[in-house]
């Protein structure tokens, strides 16, 4: 059985550039209280992009 854990969520990063895609990852809400940004590869643009946390 899965464990639930409210301190490490399970957090969507989708792409600023428009292209909808999309990362899964987890987060540590102690030390990263706002939201997430974080500059990764898009497949689609084939360059890298910053990716935002999504709710």
């Known amino acids: ?3 639930h854990n409210e ?3 399970i957090v969507k990063l989708r792409s600023t ?3 909808g895609f999309t990362y899964v990852t987890r987060k540590n ?3 990263n209280p706002d ?3 974080i ?3 898009d497949p689609k ?3 890298h ?3 935002r946390e999504e709710r």
């Open 39 to 41: 500059r990764k590869y």
């Open 35 to 37: 939201r997430l940004v």
């Open 29 to 31: 809400r102690r030390n």
């Open 17 to 19: 550039a428009g292209t």
């Open 45 to 47: 643009l084939r360059q």
């Open 1 to 3: 059985m899965a464990k």
């Open 49 to 51: 992009v910053d990716f």
């Open 7 to 9: 301190l490490r969520p």
